[in-house]
């Protein structure tokens, strides 16, 4: 699953609406993500523990500098499993 754009609370809202669609993904490119606040970081919080939960690794694919300082700040990086965008990746 791509994510791409802002993820702050409006897009927030809207992708925990349609979260059926994509919350059973292992894997989240954020490669395109412009920006992200703590709304977005609690999101993929939720969804980190709920990948945990059913026994997978939750993998984030390109995480921003911003993503990996707001996630050592609030102490929740260690949920995630994070990789560098390839071109194999796109």
Same mark, same amino acid.
């Given at each position: 699953?791509?994510?791409?754009?802002?993820?702050?609370?409006?897009?927030?809202?809207?992708?925990?609406?349609?979260?059926?669609?994509? +919350?059973?993904?292992?894997? #989240?490119?954020? %490669? =395109?993500?412009? $920006? /992200?606040?703590? *709304?977005?970081?609690?999101?993929?919080?939720? +969804?980190?523990?709920?990948? #945990?939960?059913? %026994? =997978?690794?939750? $993998? /984030?694919?390109? *995480?921003?500098?911003?993503?990996?300082?707001?996630?050592?700040?609030?102490?929740?990086?260690?949920?995630?499993?994070? $990789?560098?965008?390839?071109?194999?990746?796109?």
């Amino acid at each position: 699953m791509i994510l791409s754009g802002d993820l702050q609370a409006p897009q927030v809202n809207d992708l925990w609406q349609r979260r059926a669609d994509w +919350w059973q993904n292992d894997r #989240l490119e954020l %490669g =395109a993500v412009t $920006t /992200l606040d703590s *709304a977005g970081l609690a999101l993929l919080v939720k +969804w980190a523990k709920a990948a #945990l939960a059913r %026994g =997978a690794t939750p $993998t /984030l694919v390109g *995480a921003s500098n911003d993503f990996h300082t707001l996630a050592n700040l609030y102490g929740v990086a260690s949920l995630f499993h994070s $990789t560098p965008l390839t071109t194999e990746d796109s």
